[in-house]
């Protein structure tokens, strides 16, 4: 439990230190996508398309389940991922037949099943801060910033045993809302 | 060393293909390299599931909308990709899941991966006459119905959107597929007679509902029931023979059942807008203008009209950067035009439908500015 909230707090201690505009998942709108009506010709707004965020959302389940397969492409154990698949639903993915429909928040109690079910995905791996280090950037798509070295460094330097030091690295990357929003 | 290899092959694979992507050279464009990787950022993840690699982002950022291009119409290849537009058509149409009680909700999604697959024109997702089984081959829709149509005949869709008078299946049809709520513009679809509709649908003020059994206004205030009814009728019309389970039955016939609540029919069916017993039971209607014998022709008349290609881009948009229901309403229909002229004569794939609107130059622009992707 204390492992999990420390992974929450260093999630978003992390998300403050990023600047904006560099991975910035909290710009990201929200909502669900569909009805999107037409207004009447000629009562169109001067900007040709812009969007601004209002709430966090995720993407569909389907499609982080594919970028956790894909964050880890070559030491994959399919195994890691089936306690994750078996509680989709309450993760927010849909199920029309069951009348699941999707579920796109991003709060505290999601947040906290989603690290709860994944963290024996994070429990292999290559532990060394290199390791660490390439699946936080294949995770979130872009180069760790000079702060996020830092933090990684700082966590291998500490008395954890490295497969610990590595779940948490992991964990923190595939809980980012970068991860999950963007 | 493998390491190494990979990335040589990459390399010659990425230099290959810029020499193949010409068609889309341009100006000197009004964002950097690393402004273009971090906007493809943005796609990777609701295109293909994961994140944007990192030779990609080196490739982009040192060669610029040629690779951009060439690395999007590598994704659009991929299986992750009809995995995405199969999400996509299902959070559009809430269908995607398991069978239930016999209905196939996972088939829609198929028919989408299958035309992804095939490349056949994004159109088919409701103009396709057939339907795809779990091994990908085609096969009659589970309707029953004589003409498939796509996404629109399958149980799945049809249960769905239950209602009476089948106004919901004709509001899903309108709103997800056209982009468009009742009542839309007379000059587009004109509004069926008064006089063959039922009492309770010619009414155009409350004074008009006296004695019928009909509420008075509807979930907007509107005590003018003839506006949208004159048109939902030739479009419900086409539901008037599938049942609520979504099996199309040739003897339905559309009318009232005494017994029942206003707007159903007899059996499991759903009741028609018109008066006269043989028009009710028949399943023409009326699409934007054009009069058709089947939801398949309706269908067909939609695809044809620059409608259904502007709902696509927005959808597509909506879909790609988690537009709401107001903002991809309101992006501007001059920008969704250019992309539809970039189309040609030809009906665009959905892929072409993908590559040409989000590597569109205002898009990109546009999505950068709202993304706060700055130099």
Request: hydrophobic share 35%; net charge negative.
């Amino acid at each position: 439990m204390v492992g999990f909230a420390g992974v929450l707090l260093l999630s978003g201690m992390w998300n403050c230190l990023r600047p904006r505009g560099q991975g910035s998942s909290d710009l990201f709108n929200d909502t669900p996508v569909n009805q999107p009506s037409v207004k009447p010709e000629g009562e169109q707004p001067p900007s040709l398309f812009s969007f601004s965020p209002k709430q966090i959302s995720t993407r569909p389940l389907k499609s982080l389940r594919l970028k956790l397969e894909k964050s880890k492409p070559t030491d994959r154990d399919d195994s890691s991922l089936a306690e994750f698949d078996s509680q989709a639903t309450n993760l927010g993915d849909y199920n029309f037949g069951e009348g699941y429909a999707p579920e796109k928040s991003w709060g505290s109690s999601k947040m906290f099943s989603w690290v709860s079910l994944l963290s024996q995905y994070c429990q292999s791996g290559d532990f060394s801060v290199t390791g660490a280090k390439t699946l936080a950037q294949t995770a979130l798509g872009r180069t760790l910033t000079e702060a996020e070295h830092l933090k990684i460094d700082e966590i291998y330097a500490s008395e954890l045993t490295d497969p610990k030091k590595y779940g948490v690295v992991c964990l923190w990357a595939i809980s980012n809302l970068e991860f999950v929003s963007q | 060393m493998k390491k190494l290899i990979g990335l040589g092959i990459s390399l010659l694979f990425l230099g290959v293909g810029s020499l193949l992507t010409t068609q889309f050279a341009a100006e000197e464009p009004p964002y950097t390299n690393q402004q273009l990787a971090a906007y493809m950022r943005h796609l990777a993840t609701p295109l293909i599931g994961r994140s944007l690699k990192s030779n990609e982002a080196f490739f982009i950022e040192t060669q610029g909308f040629k690779q951009a291009r060439f690395i999007l119409e590598n994704w659009m290849k991929s299986p992750e990709f009809e995995t995405s537009f199969k999400v996509m058509i299902d959070d559009l149409i809430r269908t995607g899941g398991n069978s239930s009680n016999g209905i196939d909700f996972d088939l829609p999604g198929r028919i989408a991966k299958y035309i992804v697959r095939n490349k056949l024109p994004f159109e088919q997702i409701i103009t396709s006459e057939f339907c795809v089984d779990q091994d990908f081959t085609r096969v009659n829709c589970d309707t029953n119905a004589p003409v498939g149509a796509g996404v629109l005949s399958t149980r799945a869709f049809m249960t769905s959107h239950t209602g009476r008078f089948n106004l919901t299946r004709a509001s899903a049809l309108l709103n997800k597929f056209a982009c468009m709520d009742y009542p839309v513009p007379f000059s587009l679809e004109p509004p069926a007679a008064k006089e063959d509709l039922l009492p309770e649908f010619r009414a155009e003020s409350l004074g008009d509902l006296s004695g019928l059994n009909a509420p008075s206004f509807d979930d907007r205030g509107n005590t003018n029931c003839y506006s949208c009814h004159s048109q939902f009728a030739p479009h419900s019309q086409l539901f008037v023979k599938y049942d609520n389970t979504g099996l199309w039955d040739a003897n339905a016939n559309g009318v009232q059942d005494p017994e029942r609540d206003f707007g159903l029919s007899q059996g499991n069916f759903f009741a028609s807008h018109y008066a006269n017993p043989e028009r009710s039971a028949s399943e023409t209607g009326v699409f934007f203008g054009k009069e058709v014998k089947n939801l398949n022709e309706a269908a067909k008349a939609l695809a044809e009209s620059k409608f259904f290609y502007q709902c696509g881009i927005r959808n597509t948009l909506a879909y790609v950067f988690k537009l709401d229901e107001r903002q991809a309403g309101d992006i501007n229909t001059r920008l969704l035009d250019q992309i539809i002229d970039s189309f040609g004569d030809e009906k665009p794939s959905v892929q072409e439908l993908f590559t040409r609107t989000l590597l569109h130059p205002l898009v990109i622009e546009s999505a950068m500015k709202s993304l706060g992707i700055k130099p």
